[in-house]
C-alpha cells in the first residue's frame, strides 16, 4: 500500500526509490510489473516514471522481445540507463576465480575466469580478484565510479553478522576470513558475501529456471551440496546465514565421517567425490565426476546406476525441505545437477514418496538453465538485489547495507 503518513514530498522520493530499486532487480519491466513489484498505483507509477525519463535515468527498451511475451501489441518496457551504474560479480571456486559486470539493463558486458593453485590462499585469489575486476570494468568501460558494487560467491556457509567463512567451507583456507571486509579494504567498493549456493537461486530467479517464482530452491549438487532458498521472492538467510546446508542433512546416523563432523550426512552419499568414489571401487580404476556424467551419458550401467541413487538419496533431502517451506519450483544445478534425467527421474520419485502429498503436488523440479555460470551470474545478481539507491547530486549511488 502507499504511504499516507509521509510529507507529500518524502513520500515522492521514498516511492522513486523503490521503483528505482524494483527496475534495478527487475532489469526491464512494463508499468504494471513495476506497480505489482512496489504496491504502487499504475497513476503513481507512471508519474515518477515520467518524472526519472525527463531526469535521464531511465529509458525504453529496445532490446529483442523477452521471453514468454503474448502475442498481440507488447507493453512498453523500461529500464535504467547504462549511465546509471553496473553490477561486478566475482565467483570463487576451489580451482577457479571468475569476475563479470552487468548494466543495469542484466546485459552481462565482459567476463573474464582465471585458474587457481588447488588450496589457494586467501589473499592471493582476493589480489587476484581485484586485477580481474580492473581488467572486466575497462573492457566494458565501465567507470569504477558507477560501480553499484561487488557480489561474491564463496563455497561455504557466510555468517552474516560477522561476514566470515564458516569451518564447513571447501576451502579450508578460508575459514574465519571476513570476505567482505578484506575485498572491500582493496577495491574500494561495496561489497556483498554470498554461499554459491544462494547465489545460484539469485541467478536463476533473475535470468532463468526460477524466473517468475516467489517460493524457489536452488540445489546445488558438485563437490559440495548446498540449497538457496527463496522465500516471498527474497533470500532467505536464516539467523546467521546458514540457511540451506542441506549438504549436512543426517541421511544414515552410522554412515560414513563428514568434513563437518558429523555422520552420515547427504554430501558423504551424493557429493561428486562420493559418487566417483563408488564408481571407482565398482570398476576398479580411478574415476572422475566428470567421467562418471560422461559414461552415464553414453548409457554406461555402473555410472548411470551410482547418479539415480544420488538422485534418490538427494530425494530424501529435498523431500524434508518441501515440507518445510513448500516451495514452487526446484531449480537442480551444479556439475552433478547436469546429469539430467538420469538423476532428476529417482530424485522427483524420491520426492513424491516421501513428501506431504500436497507439499509433492505443488512443486516442480526442474534442471537449471543457467550451467556452471550460475554462481558468477548470482554473485552480479547479489549487488542488483542488495544494493541500495540513494539520490544525490550525481543521481542514484549505492551504499553498503552491511
Do not use: F
Request: proline residues 4%.
Amino acid at each position: 500500500m502507499e504511504s499516507v503518513s509521509a510529507s507529500p514530498a518524502t513520500s515522492r522520493e521514498s516511492n522513486r526509490d523503490r521503483i528505482v530499486d524494483a527496475l534495478r532487480r527487475l532489469g526491464v519491466a512494463s508499468r504494471a510489473e513495476l506497480a505489482r513489484a512496489t504496491g504502487l498505483s499504475r497513476s503513481t507509477v507512471s508519474s515518477i516514471v515520467a518524472s526519472l525519463r525527463r531526469s535521464g535515468l531511465i529509458a525504453d527498451y529496445d532490446g529483442a522481445p523477452r521471453a514468454g511475451s503474448r502475442s498481440g501489441r507488447p507493453p512498453e518496457l523500461i529500464t535504467l540507463r547504462r549511465s546509471a551504474g553496473a553490477a561486478v560479480g566475482i565467483d570463487l571456486g576451489k580451482r577457479h576465480l571468475a569476475v563479470a559486470v552487468a548494466d543495469l539493463a542484466h546485459t552481462l558486458l565482459a567476463e573474464r575466469r582465471r585458474e587457481l593453485d588447488d588450496g589457494h590462499a586467501a589473499d592471493e585469489a582476493l589480489d587476484a580478484a581485484v586485477e580481474l575486476v580492473g581488467e572486466v570494468l575497462a573492457e566494458a568501460g565501465v567507470e569504477r565510479e558507477k560501480a553499484l558494487g561487488v557480489g561474491m560467491g564463496v563455497p561455504g556457509p557466510i555468517h552474516q553478522p560477522s561476514g566470515t567463512v564458516g569451518p564447513a567451507a571447501i576451502l579450508p583456507g578460508w575459514a574465519g576470513v571476513r570476505v567482505a571486509e578484506a575485498l572491500a579494504r582493496r577495491i574500494e567498493l561495496p561489497v556483498w558475501v554470498e554461499n554459491d549456493a544462494n547465489l545460484g537461486a539469485l541467478a536463476e530467479l533473475t535470468w532463468g529456471a526460477g524466473r517468475g517464482c516467489d517460493h524457489l530452491a536452488y540445489l546445488k549438487l558438485a563437490t559440495g551440496i548446498g540449497a538457496g532458498i527463496v522465500i516471498g521472492g527474497r533470500l532467505y538467510r536464516g539467523a546467521g546465514g546458514t540457511a540451506g546446508e542441506i549438504g549436512h542433512t543426517a541421511i544414515e546416523e552410522r554412515g560414513a565421517l563428514c568434513r563437518c563432523g558429523n555422520r552420515g550426512c547427504l554430501e558423504t552419499l551424493a557429493g561428486a567425490p562420493a559418487i566417483a568414489a563408488l564408481v571407482a571401487r565398482a570398476l576398479g580404476e580411478e574415476v572422475t565426476p566428470e567421467a562418471v556424467l560422461a559414461r552415464a551419458a553414453e548409457g554406461d550401467p555402473v555410472c548411470a546406476r551410482a547418479l539415480a541413487d544420488a538422485g534418490r538419496v538427494v530425494g530424501i533431502a529435498v523431500a524434508n525441505l518441501c515440507n518445510l517451506t513448500n516451495p514452487q519450483r526446484i531449480v537442480v544445478g551444479g556439475t552433478i545437477g547436469g546429469a539430467g534425467e538420469v538423476l532428476l527421474s529417482p530424485l522427483r520419485d524420491s520426492v513424491r514418496l516421501r513428501a506431504i502429498g500436497s507439499a509433492a503436488a505443488d512443486v516442480e523440479i526442474v534442471p537449471g538453465k543457467l550451467g556452471q555460470r550460475a554462481e558468477l551470474l548470482g554473485a552480479v545478481a547479489l549487488v542488483l538485489h542488495q544494493a541500495s539507491p540513494v539520490q544525490g547530486a550525481r543521481g542514484y549511488t549505492a551504499v553498503s547495507t552491511a
